[in-house]
């Protein structure tokens, strides 16, 4: 099955903002989580089927510092850090494996510390063409 994209900044965001002052991005842009715990994007992933599938998120953290973030798919929540990148515009991705329902499914991911998540530019259903790559 080709990946899928869905970019960040057409998810929907609670306690964030789309923004795209850090070059590398995919689309038109990036969310820039509010620095607090509980902001989210929330993607709607379609899957042709139901079974296991791999889901990528592409991040970047210019700090040092981990930001740790809830995975929810259909509400069972999983959590991945998502720690320093080196620079805000160095964007690099977490992969998951999950189980989809077929037909629409909620993945949300929540920023679980204070500092908020890190910046999100995309998640991808499916193996991405290259790591790294904008597909
Ligand atoms: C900086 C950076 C933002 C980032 C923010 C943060 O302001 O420019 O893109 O989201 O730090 O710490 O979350």
Do not use: C
């Not at 929330?42 to 791999?54: I, K, L, M, S």
């Not at 991945?80 to 629409?104: H, I, V």
């Amino acid at each position: 099955q080709a990946a899928t994209t869905y970019e960040a900044e057409n998810a929907t965001v609670s306690q964030g903002v789309v923004e795209s002052n850090h070059a590398g991005y995919s689309g038109t842009g990036f969310v820039n989580y509010d620095n607090t715990t509980g902001s989210y994007v929330e993607f709607a992933v379609d899957a042709a089927t139901a079974g296991p599938a791999t889901l990528t998120l592409r991040y970047a953290n210019g700090t040092t510092v981990n930001r740790p973030m809830t995975i929810a798919v259909n509400g069972t929540a999983t959590t991945r850090d998502f720690p320093g990148t080196g620079a805000w515009t160095t964007w690099q991705e977490a992969t998951l494996t999950t189980t989809l329902n077929a037909g629409t499914n909620t993945v949300r991911a929540t920023a679980t510390t204070a500092n908020g998540g890190p910046n999100l530019d995309r998640l991808v259903l499916g193996t991405p063409s290259s790591a790294g790559t904008p597909v």
